[in-house]
């Protein structure tokens, strides 16, 4: 069974068809759906069984943990602890963006989730669809990529469904991402605003050492 697709407006997405989307990702379901830079895989990350599915279809890294999209600055609070000025300050510059900031989990999370790290990696996306359902669903989603290990990440749904074929039973279509590069990652966790650049993506290095040293 090839995976249904599911049109929702990007800029205004309909409500009826973001609800549809939580009814999948409350059933368990693993749903692509487009963030504002590739095409990622959502489940609620408090179903553990959903959250192994994604490691399967991806055949990841057990120690990797998964990105989490949430749909304001406030939810970060309500999943992270020791939140620092330095995050303070990287949430108001950057998000909604392509920035993603890694934190301690607060106990709210399940330790898988985490990769048994102990730490999330948390982002606001500029994406409305990504916000409508987190909202909607009352708690953050996944964000990984929607490839398979070794193929390039995806800025359409054609080539989600084209990857996956019958794996997901549903994608959703919100036309082609608005960036075509990963976001960047920044690493909070050591505390003591510290911090260190995981990966550079959309965000230059320089623009988040310049917004830490103010």
Known sequence: MIADLLKIHPDEPEPHLVGQVVESLQRGDVVALPTDTFYGLAVDPVNLRAVERIYELKTRAKHKPLSLLIADVAQAYELARNIDSAFDRLAERFWPGPLTIVVKAGSKLPLRVTANTGNVALRVPEASICRAVVSALGLPITATSANLRGLPECTYAACVRE?????????????????NVATTIVDLSGGGNSWMILREGAIPTHEIALTLQR
């Open 163 to 179: 990857q996956f074929a019958d794996k997901l039973p549903l994608i959703v279509d919100g036309g082609p991402t608005a960036r």
